[in-house]
């Protein structure tokens, strides 16, 4: 019996193929308060319990990229270990508002599988599911990343490439939140008074504020998510690797990028789904990330007058301020954009 | 509609003017706990419950300076975005305890605004307030600050220069203290057997042990704290600042100094008010951090028999022992004085 | 009065003195949380609420490492302030299972004192105990350290050397673990299904990663546990000491092995008992930590029919793979072998 797992290869995945994730997590006031602590994230009904309480919630929720990194973090054992690449995620739904307390799980179920033509990697797409300890879905999403293989010899498994959505539709937004009690929305609380009706599709936010990443921090956040990728971690290995050094989780960007944007998009407070995310660079410690925001489009959500979505792109970049709206993928260690964020937001109407 | 903004500059300010400020914060038990992390503070009415409720606590009070670094972040948005250098704090009285679960806000009002004579900058005296869910005041505390002009061309605004009190008058001292129960007090649970007539006026205290400052600590501490100030945060931009680096927040600087004042001054349990504080040199990430301190006063509180008050002055050094009882101040990355951190602290009588 | 203290010195101890040690410390969720962030620990019962109820436990115990980190920590003020090094730990028993809420406080006895041949130096030797705050034992072991003579003219005093135990014996193990309901155990959340009967004396586990280790981290854990030896703190004072920089606390190389041992050893949930601990060399920060794992014995308790226990001998190295477990100690910043950890742990049988 090999008891120490060196991770799957490309190989050892198939199309159809489930994995129970290990190492469930129960949420709790730690976890959030690290989480501001990480990334700055202002934004009120996950600062306050009496914000939260006057708009709806019972009391603060977590904060939804915690949950996504909870739950992402689980799958890296079983999926990630030996990525070259995480190339993208997609059609990602939060479904249920989770709380401190509540108990996490995951799941995954290969839903694409394609060899790369060099005939020593290929792409694993799998839909990934969050689970809290009533067995609710809390989060729903699909990942593909690029994954070594063991044996270049071994044959090609038959190629089944998911259709996507572009982005997840207006109809199912929503599902997490609860009625939201515009008329007690403390709006000097929530640092600004910018609402749905005053963002226009097409408009542009330079997020301003910088934030230069430690290697202290985005090592602390990643075990504090569960995920165990080798290249986050292992110095004296990465060091002999591509890079030279360690990778930032690409996670962590999402939460910075999204922290920042508060500056700008201060009451957008809930990530309804993911459209899309894609790390078109990677981050190293010792950089400057900046953001800046696009409105891609707005939708009135069906049955409900308490608040919209704003579809968001969010860019973010490593040492170049945003306020020239950069859309350049940063190469070889010069600035430009490492993250494109594509997600719907609700914001009180 | 400008959704992101750059802060407020010099001419920005009126006498009078009110600021509400923005993210009310929930305290909890993560915040303790990352308190303790980042500055190692050992006093044990802050560290046990059990300790706490011995003493008369109901269970174990938020500690002084989170307190006052939480709302101090909150009023940096308003404030100091783009101060050029905190330049003092007066008149900090902490007035209820607080404890986990508490929701904390800050208002600001300018009580004082004074053009600098090169016509770039001013000084503008805030008088802040942090608030409880229940709106009893926690804190109130002046700070000044210098700030930019963003046109200076705007002509001077009417000088104000508010009188300031030299030091909190002792009679005001304790409201935030509940009755200690000095017989039911550990003495060595509480580190040392010095209590309030153990300490002369005139009395020096090297506090011997040194603690150095990484770049992931001052960062974390800032952003638990909101404060958004971007000279902690962004190292692209302060590349080509004043220092060329990141500056560690002042705040940090006087809760180092206070753990390290544990060694000699353990029983000294509750800031009760901060008379004054002016950080002489500013911080970078990897110098250490010593400190000393001098006993100014002492005090008996009317009615109380159960504790007393000394008034402290603490100087923090950077990269200099506190044995010889440094004076001269840190010039140009020499070595020297950083803080003047003048306080009252209760102790058992 | 001399109210700060620079610690004791090898003159200051007496055979038979009895140390009450400082600050007592009320554990919470956000101990648990920061212990993750620093670590990346997955142990399922530590994790999951919902995992550590259906084997048994009321709610998730703390880590045994942490308490152990925690009891340690206080220790250090009165014991080892002054330490040349820490030589050793033996007979550590975890007595009680401590959760969150729980009140934690230390006491020592010496129980050993020997003079070195130089005359300038001596070793120490502690039992110290962990107290509840209902008074029960939580922990109990004996460490030895090397402490510096503050005078060195002062003459020797009467050698005691105690006699310690090779190893816990397998009779007193479990006394800190509920009964287990190993048919409740869910082995894809606990991350394998290797057991008790799937280990075999003699096997040797590889646990391939590696972590890398920063001074912000080992700074935040050694604070967290009120843990005060200047070496891991004071970057001025240590340039001019023996290794030209900080040297991370033991304990964090003993919780970095621990948690990668995760991988191999995922089932072994329980440290039942530490037989002995020996640092053969520091580490710093920037090295990677590596580990493997021996099973030198198994035994199955008495009256038990859940779990048996494991006798691990980890061993931890500095930017070494452990692929070809290395035995050899790392010399002069050379990698190797930094850490031999022999403990017993229980797993389902």
Not at 146 to 157: D, F, L, P, S
Request: hydrophobic share 40%; proline share 3%.
């Amino acid at each position: 019996m090999n008891k120490a797992r060196a991770g799957n290869y490309f190989e050892d995945f198939a199309q159809g193929q489930v994995f129970q994730h290990g190492t469930p997590k129960t949420l709790g006031d730690g976890d959030r308060t690290l989480y501001t602590a990480l990334y700055g994230s202002r934004f009120a009904h996950h600062q306050s319990d009496e914000f939260a309480r006057m708009i709806g919630y019972p009391r603060t929720p977590i904060d939804d990229l915690l949950v996504f990194h909870m739950i992402f973090g689980k799958t890296v054992n079983d999926i990630s270990l030996n990525a070259i690449a995480n190339l993208g995620y997609a059609d990602c739904r939060f479904a249920t508002p989770v709380y401190s307390g509540d108990t996490l799980s995951a799941r995954s179920e290969v839903i694409g599988i394609k060899e790369n033509s060099d005939g020593k990697s290929g792409t694993v797409y799998v839909r990934s599911k969050g689970m809290n300890q009533k067995g609710d879905i809390v989060l729903d999403f699909v990942r593909w990343v690029m994954v070594r293989k063991r044996n270049e010899k071994i044959a090609a498994q038959q190629e089944e490439v998911p259709q996507l959505r572009e982005a997840v539709e207006a109809e199912a937004l929503g599902r997490s939140c609860p009625a939201i009690n515009v008329s007690s929305w403390d709006w000097s609380a929530g640092g600004s008074t910018a609402r749905f009706s005053d963002y226009e599709i097409g408009e542009r936010i330079d997020h301003i504020d910088g934030a230069t990443v430690e290697e202290a921090e985005h090592m602390m956040a990643a075990r504090l998510y569960h995920n165990n990728a080798r290249v986050h971690f292992n110095a004296w290995q990465e060091s002999k690797g591509r890079f030279g050094r360690r990778i930032v989780y690409g996670g962590h960007v999402m939460s910075l990028a999204r922290a920042l944007s508060f500056n700008g998009l201060a009451n957008a407070f809930h990530l309804a789904a993911i459209n899309g995310g894609r790390h078109v660079a990677p981050l190293f410690a010792g950089s400057t990330v900046f953001a800046w925001s696009e409105i891609r489009d707005k939708a009135l959500l069906a049955g409900r007058a308490d608040v919209g979505a704003l579809r968001v792109l969010t860019r973010a970049t490593r040492d170049m301020p945003a306020g020239g709206f950069p859309l350049e993928r940063a190469k070889e260690g010069a600035p430009g954009v490492i993250l494109e964020f594509d997600y719907w937001a609700l914001i009180p109407v």
